[in-house]
């Protein structure tokens, strides 16, 4: 017999045909009338299934009538039209099979609401709740969405290691890699480490960024994407960052800052067209219970249908500095802008995407373009209205004097980066990137209010679990 999902089995086209669905029960209620109204649903689409089972089945009163929330089945029957409120579809059950049960005592996710704080406890059976479930499936979209759009626009998928000795941001809010043992470190009270014995001869860490492995692939191919897990020491314990998350990073050849941004835009139009068109049930349930406004779905809709504005970075600020809004944090040229800024021109001053461009470059990495003013980089931020900045990127610094006048003004030492100099002693071009967290991305086209709600496993200060 044909197994088919509960998605499938929803639709008025498999009506009349004979099958078998799987997955977990969420409720059962009993008729008077001797028999049973059990919902399952297995995970395929945001709705559940009804399914009618009658007293003659033979396991009817041993096992049917037992089934609580959680339990999974088995079940085989005919689709028939359903005169139900909701619903198109039903399954009138021929044989139901018991794979396994839940014990509704101790099985946490009883009908009832339970807080985002109270399911992070319960990261391995969140995936069954309709929020959790949904998130997924519109994770995975923009994943696909990602690929598909990269792949048709001739870019190369590549991968950047995860182990790395070089701090892209400079920052130094990396993890450290290494097989030394800390603990008889500590007690000998060794000031002086000798990396010698550590595993890779030298200080190793975990990527912030496959960005600078990235450069050496368009140098060579054109256009490459890079799209992986980054990491972050960084001991933030808000709703908008996490310790490991996953970037997709472009880079391409023979480009500068405006190709750069006409990338981005199309980028974000295309994953946040494509959840509208395939997530369109998931997005209506983040619409009406998650977002508080109600308007995810007309957000969505008029990015894609919205010219970006590019805006300067100084332009931004004087537009900052003559708003008749109280700020928490003072605006001034010079500053890297607050999220209150950036959603103060995406939501009240322009009402649709703004990217700034042209930072001062006292704020930004050194790979970055430096202007003529010798003042400002050629960097841009994507901002959207709800989150503010959602893609970072640039023109990369392709002439080598200045690049290496940049690394020494940041206290680098440019003989760690010497394969990254070799990229502009050796037919250097312009070229230029950017970087989409996709996670900051899946939160804002579910309008999850915390970050850690949309990675299956939230790693963040002090959380490790599962």
Request: glycine share 6%.
């Amino acid at each position: 017999m044909e197994k088919i999902s509960v998605k499938d089995a929803r639709d008025e086209s498999s009506i009349g045909s004979t099958c078998q669905l799987q997955g977990w029960v969420r409720t059962r209620r009993d008729s008077k009338a001797g028999f049973s109204f059990i919902e399952i649903n297995d995970g395929s689409s945001q709705g559940n299934i009804q399914i009618i089972a009658e007293a003659a089945l033979e396991n009817y009163e041993s096992e049917v009538r037992q089934l609580t929330a959680g339990c999974s089945i088995s079940v085989e029957g005919e689709i028939k039209e359903s005169g139900g409120r909701g619903q198109k579809t039903e399954m009138l059950a021929q044989k139901i099979c018991v794979y396994g049960w839940a014990d509704p005592e101790t099985y946490p996710l009883q009908k009832k609401r339970h807080s985002m704080e109270k399911l992070r406890e319960w990261a391995h059976l969140r995936p069954r709740t309709n929020t959790f479930g949904a998130v997924a499936r519109v994770r995975n979209c923009i994943c696909n969405s990602i690929h598909q759009f990269y792949q048709e626009q001739g870019f190369l998928y590549i991968n950047t290691p995860v182990i790395t000795a070089s701090d892209c941001e400079g920052a130094g809010e990396m993890f450290q890699v290494t097989t030394m043992k800390l603990d008889e470190i500590a007690k000998q009270k060794i000031e002086n480490l000798n990396y010698r014995f550590d595993f890779f001869d030298k200080p190793s860490y975990l990527t912030v960024s496959g960005q600078l492995e990235a450069e050496t692939y368009a140098c060579a191919l054109g256009k490459v994407y890079t799209f992986g897990p980054t990491f972050r020491a960084e001991n933030s314990n808000t709703s908008r960052h996490l310790a490991e998350f996953w970037m997709i990073e472009p880079e391409v050849a023979f480009a500068d800052l405006n190709d750069n941004m006409d990338l981005a835009e199309k980028f974000l139009k295309r994953i946040f067209a494509d959840a509208l068109s395939k997530c369109s049930e998931d997005l209506e349930f983040f619409n009406e219970r998650i977002d508080e406004t109600k308007s995810l779905i007309e957000r969505l809709s008029t990015i894609v249908e919205s010219e970006f504005v590019r805006l300067p970075y100084t332009e931004a600020v004087e537009i900052l500095l003559k708003a008749d809004v109280k700020f928490d944090y003072a605006v001034e040229w010079g500053i890297d802008l607050q999220s209150e800024h950036e959603r103060y021109l995406t939501e009240k001053h322009f009402e649709k995407p703004v990217i700034l461009f042209d930072y001062p470059k006292t704020i930004k990495p050194f790979y970055m373009y430096c202007n003529d003013d010798d003042k400002t980089v050629r960097a841009m931020d994507v901002l959207v209205p709800g989150v503010g900045e959602i893609i970072g990127g640039s023109q990369r610094e392709h002439r080598l004097d200045i690049l290496e006048s940049r690394m020494k003004d940041q206290d680098l030492d440019i003989n760690d980066y010497w394969w990254y100099t070799d990229l502009r002693k050796y037919g250097t071009v312009p070229h230029a990137g950017f970087g989409l967290g996709l996670e900051r991305a899946v939160q804002f086209v579910t309008s999850m209010s915390n970050i850690r709600d949309v990675i299956p496993f939230p790693r963040t200060p002090g959380n490790a679990e599962f």
